[in-house]
């Protein structure tokens, strides 16, 4: 099993800046995933996280806007940067747990407000 | 993409057993169909997941039939804090393709006194 943490669980931005959103598993994991979800809404899938290269990007999410990094097996971080009020979402950080089955491990998310 | 279909809201009342269908048309050979629990304000945890026939663990059962084609996540006995957002996913075992990290619209179950 996998316990994930992330940082901050909130916060209230302004248009225009950028905030960094840190994940943290307290084991090493083969990939990491990051994301959102409007409240109400299911979860859409942001990137994967690949340590030592660059993020693996889902179709409409690009790096200038979610620069994500990975530094090792156990820590990766997403930047919602240059925010709107249309990033205003939950933001949650997973794991993958390896065999005999591979589920996921999520953080409790991150609670983004742009005003 | 392997498209999923669950029922958007279903109610029940607490001691019931509830069972909760997934359609997946698409499913390849290879893939693995992932039932995730997630309560407001949480991220999604793991519940069970198969292959085929029965799984069951401690929480749920999931039966597959031969076709593969659906699949019923079944909670015995709910209690009020199974109320939650179910969702179904399916792809291959190892998690790492596009359809594995694909969640659906989920089921939104309401369990009542």
């Known amino acids: 099993s996998a316990v994930i943490s992330q940082k901050p669980s909130r916060d209230i931005c302004q248009r225009g800046t950028s905030l960094t959103i840190q994940c943290q598993v307290d084991s090493q994991v083969t990939m990491m995933f990051w994301y959102r979800q409007q409240p109400g809404q299911s979860l859409t899938l942001i990137a994967t996280?690949?340590?030592?290269?660059?993020?693996?990007?889902e179709s409409g999410f690009v790096i200038d806007k979610f620069p994500i990094s990975r530094p090792n097996l156990t820590f990766s971080t997403l930047t919602v940067s240059n925010m709107s009020p249309e990033d205003s979402s939950i933001y949650l950080c997973?794991?993958?747990?390896?065999?005999?089955?591979?589920?996921?491990?999520f953080g409790p998310g991150t609670r983004l407000t742009v005003t | 993409l392997a498209k999923t279909t669950q029922p958007i809201s279903m109610d029940s009342y607490e001691g019931q057993e509830v069972n909760i269908t997934c359609s997946h048309n698409?499913?390849?050979?290879?893939?693995?169909i992932t039932w995730y629990q997630q309560f407001p304000s949480q991220g999604p945890r793991f519940i069970i997941q198969g292959y085929k026939t029965k799984v069951t663990n401690e929480v749920a059962s999931l039966f597959i039939p031969a076709d593969r084609k659906s699949s019923t996540l079944s909670l015995p006995r709910v209690s009020l804090s199974d109320t939650a957002v179910y969702y179904c996913?399916?792809?291959?075992?190892?998690?790492?393709?596009?359809?594995?990290?694909?969640f659906g619209s989920g089921t939104r179950l309401q369990v009542q006194p």
């Open positions: 996280a690949n340590q030592g290269s660059e993020a693996t990007y």
């Open positions: 996913l399916v792809g291959d075992r190892g998690g790492t393709g596009r359809r594995a990290l694909t």
């Open positions: 997973s794991a993958l747990a390896g065999g005999p089955i591979y589920e996921q491990y």
């Open positions: 698409n499913i390849a050979t290879n893939d693995y």
